[in-house]
């Protein structure tokens, strides 16, 4: 069984910046593309960024675009979310997640593993 435990999250003024991690509990993360999604109070859940298992490929929403990264250290296995220039409209609990396979998707059903999740607020 896969585990994936989020960090980083937390309060933060506009502008601001925060970065989440995600720590994948198996020996290498290597083969696996990874995602950020995160779900607002009465919304549904939405894709924000993804990467592939080399990290040569990512992919954003538009509504990040410029202002968040993701980066990964397979090393460590641990994936990272670089979030710069927050907005209110970015309070949400992140959940990272590990597709088993090198396709890169924003579809949250072709992922097979999540987190709990983090919460970041971000206030105006």
């Known amino acids: 069984q896969i585990q994936l435990v989020e960090s980083g999250g937390g309060l933060v003024q506009a502008g601001g910046s925060l970065r989440l991690a995600c720590e994948a509990s198996?020996?290498?993360?290597?083969?696996?593309?990874m995602g950020w999604f995160r779900q607002a109070p009465g919304k549904e859940r939405e894709f924000v960024a993804a990467?592939?298992?080399?990290?040569?490929?990512?992919k954003y929403a538009d509504s990040v675009k410029g202002r968040f990264t993701i980066a990964r250290d397979n090393a460590k296995n641990t994936l990272y979310l670089q979030m710069n220039d927050l907005k209110p409209g970015d309070t949400a609990v992140y959940s990272c997640?590990?597709?088993?396979?090198?396709?890169?998707?924003?579809?949250?059903?072709?992922?097979?593993?999540w987190g709990q999740g983090t919460q970041v607020t971000v206030s105006s």
């Open positions: 997640a590990l597709r088993i396979g090198a396709l890169l998707s924003s579809n949250a059903r072709t992922y097979d593993y």
């Open positions: 198996l020996r290498t993360i290597g083969a696996a593309t």
């Open positions: 990467i592939t298992w080399s990290g040569s490929s990512t």
